[in-house]
T-cell receptor
């Protein structure tokens, strides 16, 4: 079965430090990869996506993500965390062979940035 | 501005009552989705629709019903058969067939509680 794993329920970092939120996937082919952020009582906001090409993708709010084909991973990163980055983060994938817009979501990782 | 509007933001259901959650989009997207999110958990797909007058069950369709009479609208009814309806409900839209690398766009959710 196709799946997405976010192995950490919560990630804690100090403000100003780099952050990484991990995502690995088990999906056939070379899927499209996405990251979303969710603030309390809000919907998901799209951060960035990987299509092809450069393994480092830049997105909104200073976030970037590193694609690693051999490890089937797509980790979200930011060089310097802000307290306002504290939120719930979701990784999602869509197989390239899909004929629908459906996404396969990970379970989410709560990021806590402390001052 | 284009986007997805969910209403109401908060909804209360009495036992034995059906309630309907509204979702409207002006993004000209063919596909629409309903997700359920329980506290501290990820998203679970309830129903999705690729095109007007057509929809498919997701992973947890029991106790829910939908209609898709207009491209812009995809209302979700939580029926009395859904014994544990308390959750945060999210509506999303995307291009349908051929969505490819395009992300899903989300509304800001409806929080449903039992009276």
């Amino acid at each position: 079965a196709q799946s997405v794993a976010q192995p950490e329920d919560q990630v804690n970092v100090a403000e100003g430090n780099p952050l990484t939120v991990k995502c690995t996937y088990s999906v056939s082919g070379n899927p499209y990869l996405f990251w979303y952020v969710q603030y309390p009582n809000r919907g998901l906001q799209f951060l960035l996506k990987y299509i092809t090409g450069d393994n480092l993708v830049k997105g909104s709010y200073g976030f970037e993500a590193e694609f690693n084909k051999s490890q089937t991973s797509f980790h979200l990163k930011k060089p310097s965390a802000l307290v306002s980055d504290s939120a719930l983060y979701f990784c999602a994938v869509r197989p390239r062979s899909s004929n629908t817009g459906k996404l396969i979501f990970g379970q989410g990782t709560t990021l806590q940035v402390k001052p | 501005d284009g986007g997805i509007t969910q209403s109401p933001k908060y909804l209360f259901r009495k036992e034995g009552q059906n309630v309907t959650l509204s979702c409207e989009q002006n993004l000209n997207h063919d596909a629409m989705y309903w997700y359920r999110q329980d506290p501290g958990q990820g998203l679970r797909l309830i129903y999705y629709s690729q095109i007007v007058n057509d929809f498919q069950k997701g992973d947890i369709a029991e106790g829910y019903s939908v209609s898709r009479e207009k491209k812009e609208s995809f209302p979700l009814t939580v029926t009395s058969a859904q014994k544990n309806p308390t959750a945060f409900y999210l509506c999303a839209s995307s291009r349908g067939q051929g969505a490819g690398n395009q992300p899903q766009h989300f509304g800001d959710g409806t929080r449903l509680s039992i009276l």
